[in-house]
């Protein structure tokens, strides 16, 4: 696969709304480790590497352990391993990401209800939607697993 384009040196404002997105999400009341479950998730949906690759890093970094990481994308079936909470995020991450199935559904924002906000629920999403744009410019780019976006 080669490398098609720099964002940055392509569209440099396109980047610097991206980053704003991003700099929105990382101050919101989402714990950190939500914020990684999304990313890695959405991102293993995607199917992009790039990001996989990064964000399961910074997940142990924060703690995370290597268990939930290899059982995220069975997630369901993993019993005992994730919350409740955890469960609500991401069922929220997986109908975002694959919207054309019909969007958040009902049952999964009266869940969400019990344990965040609207306002919460609402920086979840943002969440979700700003991780697949990431995965949405690093596949289309090919960007390079190492290589810097930014």
């Known amino acids: 696969m080669q490398k098609r384009f720099n964002i940055k040196e392509a569209a440099p404002n396109a980047l610097k709304a991206m980053v704003g997105l991003e700099i929105y999400t990382s101050q919101s009341s989402i714990s950190k480790t939500a914020k990684e479950l999304i990313k890695i998730r959405a991102s293993q949906i995607n199917g992009c590497a790039y990001c996989i690759n990064i964000h399961t890093q ?3 970094k924060n703690g995370e352990t290597n268990q939930r990481i290899f059982l995220l994308n069975a997630w369901r079936e993993a019993e005992g391993i994730f919350t409740e909470e ?6 929220i991450t997986e109908e975002v990401t694959l919207i054309h199935r019909n969007g958040l559904s009902d049952e999964t924002y009266s869940n969400a209800l019990q344990f965040f906000s609207e306002a919460q629920i609402a920086d979840l999403i943002a969440a979700v939607i700003t991780i697949n744009l990431w995965n949405r410019i690093v596949l289309s780019t090919h960007l390079p697993i190492g290589q810097s976006l930014k």
């Open 86 to 91: 955890e469960k609500v995020v991401l069922s």
């Open 58 to 60: 910074d997940a142990i």
